[in-house]
C-alpha cells in the first residue's frame, strides 16, 4: 500500500474517527484505526465495539492496501506535522510496519494485521429517512442533559427515539430521563420513518453525533433496525448499536393536570437561581421557591456558609406555593428553553412540575422537587 | 588473684549459660537427642512454663548402662565418631547439653539399650552425679528436670513469665515436629491442654499434612509446594501464596539439614523471592527445608544452633529465589483461597430488617410541605425498576469459554467488576487490580529484555561511605548498571555515580547509595534499587491500565479474562490483593442451605 494525502484533510478525518477509540484497552486492535486505500480514496475506520466511524479522503493511492496502526499516536504524529505537508503512507506486505514520511520526519508504527479488525456488520437497515442536521442536533441539545449514568437502569443510559401521536400528526420524538427529570423533544415524522420501532440511542453515540454535525448544515441519512443505527453525515458514517432494553412508560410521568401556572421571563429566572445558588453547598443545592401571587422568592440556605434570597415578579394567580428545586437542574432546563418566556406548571410541593417554552411548542421538561 | 584451673562444676555452669538459656533450650536439647536416637514416638511434658519440671520420653535406642554413665560428663558424645566437625549428620554433637542441664537444675534420666536386661538410672542434681542404680523402664529413654536454674538464681531471675517461657516451648517444639513428619509428637503438661501431632506418612503429603497441623488449615489451602535441587541441594517444603500473608515473620520456619534455623542469607533470599507481590509491611509464610552435604554447611557457629555458616551462600540464595519465584509464577494465577472464604463469610441472608427503603426504587414520594432538619432529598418518578446491564447476556456464553480457569464473562456490576461463570462455580475479578498487573507484568518484561534507560549526569555525583561499603557496591557495579546505576570507585572511601536510572526521575543520590550499600551490608542484594524501578513501574502501570467505571464489552471482559489466564502472578495485584475470587457452585449451594 502506498498512499499520498494532504495533511490537512487527514488530520480533520483522523480527529473524526480517533474520538472513538479508548485510551486504554484490554483488546489491542481497539486501539487501532483502519486504514483501507482504495481508487483513490483512503478510508479510515476507528471502533469501539458498540460504535464505528468511517471517514474518507481524496488521496493518491498506488497500489492499494490496508492495515491498521494505533489511533492516538497516528493522529498525534499527523497534528504535529508541518501545516500543507504531504504525508505519504506506505506499508509493505512483508513488514508489520506502516512508514510515514512527510518533508524529512520519518515514521514507521507497528502495525495489527486487518483482519483482525472487529466489524460491526450492520445487517439490513429496516427503516431510512433524512433529517436536517439543525433538526438532529436539536434533539439531541434538547434531551442529552438529562440521560441518566446510572448503570443499574441501562435502558435510561442513552435517548428513547420513536413516534408518537400528538394530537392528529405523528411525530418523532426524543425522550431522556434519569429519574430526577425528564427530557422530551419531537418534529414532524419524516417520511420513511413511519413504523420504525421505538429505539434507545446510547450515551456516548449521541455526543459523538452531535460533535459531528456541528458545522454541518446539510442532511443527515439515517438508517435504522431493531438492533443498529446509521448516521451518514457528508463523507462520514458512523454506525452504532443500540441499547438493548425497553425504555420505561414515561408518559405517566408527565404532569399534564398540573393548575397552577407560573409564567416568568426566562433570562431573569436563569440569572437569579443562578446567583442564590452561589452560596449553596456542594452536597445540597437547594432551592426554595415562595411563590405568591405575582411575585416568586428563590431562596438558598446554607448551614455552613449563609444565605440568598432574591425576589422575581411573575406572572401567577393560584394558591401560595414553596416548592424546592436542585439549582442545577433548574438551570439545566432553563438553559433549553429558546424563547424568552417560560411556563412553569405545578401541583404540590411534592409532585413532578411541568416547564415548558411559552412561544415553542414541541419541547417540554419534567423535574421532580427537592425536600426543603 | 593467682590464675588456677576452675572446677568442672563451674566449668559446666559456665556452658549452661550458653546451652540453657530458658526451659525451651532444655526441651530443644532434649527432643534433639530423641531424635537422633531415632525415636518414632516422643512426648513432651511441663509444668510452670518449664521451669518446675520437663520430661522428655521417647521410644528410641536407649543407652547401655556405660553410656548413661558417661553421657553427663562434658564433651561427651556418641555422635561425633571420627571426630569429623565437618560431616555431622546429628542434630547434636558438642556433648555439652545434658552436663549443662545438669548443673543448673536436679535431672533424671531413665534409659534402657536393647543390650541391657532392665533400665538404669542415672540422677544430677547441680551438677553433682548421683550413683547409677536399675530402674524400670520398657525401651526407649525418659528424661526428667526438676527445678531448672535452682542452681544458678541470677538466670531464674530473667525468666519471663510461665505462660511466655510455655509458648517458647511450643514454638522449639512445633518446629522439630515439621521438620520431622515421621515422628509423632505429644505436647503435655500442666501449662497447656494436650496436643498430639500423629505421625504422617513420608513425603510431600505427609509433610503438608504435618504442616497443618501445626499451621492451620488455611495454610494447607494456600501452600505451594516447592521442589529444587542443584549441586548437592535440596530445597523442599512449602511457600504460602502471596495473597497469604502475616504482618511478622514468625510464619518464616527455615530447616538446615533437619535443624530449625534463622538465618539471614535464608531469611534475605526469601524477601527477595516476594519483593514482587508484597507490600513492605506483610510477610510470607513459608515451611522450607535445605539439605545439603553436611559438610557444606557449618552449624557450629552458635551453641544453640540457629545460625548456620553457608559455604556457599550465593547457590543457596539462588537456588531459594529461584525455586521460589519458580513457584509463585507456576502457581501465580491462584489467589488465596481466604478470599473465597472471605466472600462466603459476607454473604448475610437477606432480612426484612436490613432493608433499607432508601435504597429502593420502591420510595415513597414526598407528600406535602415536609420541613426539618434533615438533608434535602431529591425526589424520583418510577422509571422502572434497577436491573444488571444485560449487555454481556447477548451472546450466550461458548461452551468452551465455560472450561477456562476463569470462565466466560457474564457481567460488569458497578463498572468495576466482573462477573464471571465457570463451570463450577462464579469469578468476581476487579477490573482495575486485574489490568494492572497485566500492565505491569508487561513492564517488568521490557525492563528485563532491554534493560532500564540511564541519564548521565552532568556532574557526577561523589558519595563518601566506608571502605567495605564501596568495595561491595564495586563488585556488584554489573548488577546495578543492568537496572541503570552506574558507578565507579572514587578513591578508597567514595564512589562517584556517573548515571541514574532515567524512571526515577530526579532522586536523591547519596541518599538512595548508601540506602543501597547498607541493605547490601545486611543482606547481600541490591533489593532497594529494584524495588523502586519496580515501584514506578507500578505506577506507570496504574495510570495506563483500565481504571474502575470504564464499561467493558463482554468481548473486552472476555480477552481480560484470556489475559489473566496467559499471565503469570494475574492471581494477586502489585500490592498483594487478589485480582479475583472464585466462588465454587458448592460454596453457593452452601449458602442456601442446599447442601
Given amino acids: ?372 | 588473684m593467682p590464675v588456677r584451673q576452675l572446677s568442672e562444676a563451674t566449668v559446666n555452669r559456665i556452658a549452661a549459660g550458653e546451652v540453657v538459656e530458658r526451659p525451651a533450650s532444655v526441651v530443644k536439647e532434649l527432643v534433639e537427642n530423641a531424635l537422633d536416637a531415632g525415636a518414632t514416638r516422643i512426648e513432651v511434658a511441663t509444668d510452670g512454663g518449664g521451669r518446675r519440671f520437663i520430661r522428655v520420653i521417647d521410644d528410641g535406642d536407649g543407652m547401655t548402662c556405660r553410656d548413661l554413665e558417661l553421657a553427663v560428663e562434658r564433651h561427651a558424645t556418641s555422635k561425633l565418631d571420627d571426630e569429623d566437625l565437618l560431616a555431622i549428620r546429628t542434630l547434636g554433637f558438642r556433648g555439652e547439653a545434658l552436663p549443662s542441664i545438669g548443673a543448673v537444675g536436679r535431672l533424671t534420666i531413665t534409659t534402657r539399650h536393647k543390650s541391657e536386661p532392665h533400665a538404669w538410672e542415672l540422677s544430677v542434681e547441680g551438677g553433682v552425679k548421683a550413683p547409677i542404680k536399675p530402674a524400670a523402664l520398657d525401651h526407649g529413654t525418659r528424661v526428667e528436670l526438676r527445678d531448672l536454674f535452682y542452681a544458678t538464681p541470677a538466670r531464674l531471675k530473667f525468666l519471663k513469665t510461665d505462660r511466655t517461657e510455655a509458648e517458647a516451648v511450643r514454638d522449639v517444639v512445633r518446629r522439630l515436629a515439621m521438620s520431622r513428619p515421621n515422628v509423632a509428637f505429644t505436647l503435655t503438661g500442666e501449662d497447656r491442654a494436650p496436643v498430639t501431632w500423629a505421625a504422617a506418612l513420608p513425603g510431600a503429603p505427609g509433610q503438608l499434612a504435618r504442616l497443618a497441623d501445626i499451621l492451620g488449615g488455611e495454610f494447607r489451602a494456600n501452600a505451594v509446594e516447592i521442589r529444587a535441587g542443584r549441586e548437592g541441594m535440596m530445597i523442599e517444603g512449602f511457600a504460602a501464596l502471596p495473597t497469604f500473608t502475616r504482618a511478622n515473620t514468625l510464619g518464616q520456619y527455615l530447616f538446615v539439614n533437619g535443624r530449625p534455623v534463622r538465618d539471614k542469607v535464608l531469611l534475605g533470599a526469601l524477601r527477595g523471592a516476594y519483593s514482587d507481590y508484597l507490600p513492605r509491611d506483610r510477610h510470607p509464610v513459608v515451611a522450607l527445608f535445605i539439605t545439603q552435604d553436611p559438610r557444606e554447611v557449618d552449624v557450629n557457629v552458635h551453641p544453640a544452633k540457629t545460625e548456620v555458616r553457608f559455604r556457599d551462600a550465593g547457590l543457596v540464595r539462588s537456588l531459594l529465589v529461584g525455586s521460589l519465584k519458580e513457584a509463585l509464577g507456576r502457581e501465580g494465577r491462584r489467589a488465596a483461597t481466604t478470599g473465597g472464604t472471605a466472600t462466603i463469610a459476607a454473604f448475610r441472608p437477606a432480612s426484612s430488617s436490613r432493608w433499607d427503603w432508601r435504597q429502593s426504587p420502591a420510595q415513597p414520594v414526598i407528600r406535602g410541605n415536609v420541613v426539618g432538619f434533615a438533608e434535602a432529598a431529591q425526589a424520583a418518578f418510577q422509571v422502572g425498576e434497577p436491573m444488571a446491564d444485560a449487555r454481556a447476556n447477548m451472546v450466550e456464553p461458548a461452551p468452551e469459554l465455560l472450561d477456562r480457569p476463569l470462565g466466560a464473562a457474564r457481567a460488569q456490576i458497578h463498572e468495576t467488576y466482573i462477573v464471571a461463570q465457570t463451570r463450577d462455580g462464579l469469578v468476581v475479578v476487579d477490573q482495575h487490580a486485574a489490568h494492572e498487573r497485566l500492565v505491569y507484568e508487561r513492564m517488568k518484561n521490557a525492563i528485563d529484555r532491554s534493560g532500564v534507560a540511564r541519564q548521565i549526569l552532568l556532574i557526577p555525583e561523589i558519595v563518601e561511605l566506608d571502605e567495605a561499603d564501596v568495595e561491595r557496591l564495586l563488585t556488584r557495579a554489573d548488577e546495578l548498571a543492568r537496572y541503570g546505576l552506574i558507578l565507579e570507585a572514587f578513591g578508597p572511601g567514595a564512589v562517584a555515580v556517573r548515571e541514574t536510572p532515567s524512571m526515577l526521575g530526579e532522586i536523591d543520590v547519596r541518599g538512595m547509595v548508601s540506602d543501597l550499600a547498607q541493605h547490601m551490608a545486611e543482606w547481600d542484594e541490591a533489593l532497594p534499587l529494584e524495588r523502586r524501578l519496580l515501584h514506578v513501574s507500578a505506577t506507570m502501570a496504574c495510570h495506563g491500565s483500565v481504571r474502575a467505571g470504564r464499561r467493558l464489552k463482554p468481548e473486552e471482559m472476555n480477552a481480560l479474562l484470556r489475559e489473566m489466564e496467559a499471565t503469570p502472578n494475574s492471581g494477586q495485584c502489585n500490592h498483594g490483593r487478589p485480582t479475583y475470587v472464585e466462588l465454587k457452585l458448592a460454596d453457593i449451594e452452601r449458602l442456601f442451605g442446599r447442601k
Avoid: C, W
Fill in chain 1, 1 to 372: 500500500m502506498k498512499v499520498t494525502v494532504e495533511r490537512t484533510a487527514l488530520l480533520k478525518s483522523l480527529g473524526r474517527v480517533h474520538r472513538v477509540v479508548e485510551r486504554r484497552n484490554t483488546i489491542p486492535i481497539l486501539a487501532n484505526v483502519l486504514i483501507r486505500a482504495d481508487k483513490s480514496k483512503l478510508s479510515l475506520k476507528a471502533t469501539d465495539l458498540d460504535l464505528e466511524v468511517i471517514d474518507s479522503v481524496d488521496a493518491e493511492v498506488s497500489p492499494g492496501g490496508s492495515t491498521t496502526v494505533p489511533a492516538h499516536m497516528f493522529y498525534e504524529i499527523v497534528r504535529k506535522l508541518p501545516e500543507g505537508s504531504q504525508i505519504v503512507l506506505e506499508a509493505s506486505g512483508d513488514r508489520a510496519v506502516l512508514a510515514i514520511r512527510a518533508g524529512r520526519s520519518r515514521f514507521t508504527l507497528q502495525t495489527l494485521p486487518e483482519s483482525d479488525f472487529p466489524d460491526l456488520a450492520a445487517g439490513d437497515m429496516t427503516h431510512k429517512f433524512t433529517l436536517a442536521a439543525s433538526d438532529l442536533k436539536r434533539l439531541i441539545d434538547k434531551t442529552q442533559f438529562a440521560i441518566s449514568t446510572e448503570e443499574t437502569r441501562y435502558y435510561l443510559n442513552g435517548i428513547y427515539l420513536h413516534t408518537a401521536g400528538s394530537g392528529k400528526a405523528t411525530m418523532l420524538r426524543a425522550v431522556a430521563t434519569d429519574g430526577h427529570r425528564l427530557a422530551q423533544v419531537e418534529l414532524p415524522l419524516p417520511s420513511g420513518a413511519t413504523g420504525m420501532p421505538g429505539i434507545i440511542v446510547p450515551r456516548k453515540t449521541v455526543g459523538e453525533v452531535l460533535r459531528l454535525i456541528e458545522d454541518a448544515d446539510a442532511e443527515v441519512a439515517i438508517e435504522l433496525s431493531q438492533g443498529k443505527i446509521r448516521f451518514s453525515i457528508g463523507d462520514v458514517v458512523l454506525t452504532s448499536k443500540l441499547i438493548d432494553g425497553t425504555f420505561p412508560d414515561y408518559a405517566r410521568v408527565i404532569p399534564l393536570g398540573n393548575d397552577k401556572e407560573l409564567v416568568v421571563d426566562k433570562k431573569d429566572f436563569e440569572a437569579s437561581v443562578d446567583r442564590v445558588s452561589t452560596v449553596s453547598s456542594e452536597r445540597g443545592r437547594a432551592v426554595k421557591l415562595s411563590i405568591s401571587a405575582g411575585k416568586l422568592m428563590l431562596s438558598v440556605t446554607n448551614p455552613d456558609s449563609g444565605s440568598a434570597t432574591e425576589e422575581l415578579e411573575i406572572e401567577y394567580a393560584s394558591d401560595p406555593i414553596e416548592i424546592g428545586f436542585n439549582s442545577r437542574y433548574l438551570l439545566d432546563i432553563a438553559a433549553q428553553i429558546e424563547g424568552e418566556v417560560a411556563v412553569l406548571r405545578l401541583a404540590d410541593a411534592g409532585s413532578p412540575t411541568l416547564i415548558q417554552d411559552k412561544d415553542a411548542a414541541g419541547a417540554l421538561y419534567v423535574l421532580m422537587p427537592m425536600r426543603v
